[in-house]
């Protein structure tokens, strides 16, 4: 099961993380997710643990629980959606229409009208 873990307090380590969830059984990974600039820790990150059963005891009992000075939020994690990634520039095209001339074809150069000064350019 793969577990979302966030309220990490940034000075813990993934070794800390790791430590406080196999408490409740075998971890098998811990990556606590960082600024990919600075490498400062984000605050939250994600265990994974082979077993649901020990997996869902972690996450009861952890869920609340203070560590590194702060209450973790603990709870199972949602899988990541297909075609989901980061975000960034759309070359999809979603403007368009007119100019300041009243004509989409830049051709007609007479003037347009602007309804919020009641006025013609």
Do not use: C, H, W
Not at 19 to 38: M, R, Y
């Amino acid at each position: 099961m793969n577990i979302y873990v966030s309220n990490i307090s940034f000075s813990l380590t993934e070794g800390d993380l790791q430590e406080a969830f196999a408490e409740f059984g075998e971890v098998s990974s811990v990556k606590i997710i960082t600024d990919k600039f600075t490498g400062k820790s984000k605050g939250f990150g994600f265990v994974e643990m082979d077993n649901d059963n020990e997996a869902s005891n972690a996450i009861d009992q952890l869920n609340g629980a203070e560590l590194g000075g702060r209450e973790l939020q603990v709870k199972k994690a949602l899988p990541k959606k297909e075609g989901t990634g980061g975000g960034g520039y759309s070359s999809g095209g979603s403007g368009g229409g007119g100019n300041r001339y009243g004509s989409d074809r830049g051709g007609d150069r007479r003037g347009g009208y602007d309804s919020k000064r009641n006025n013609r350019y």
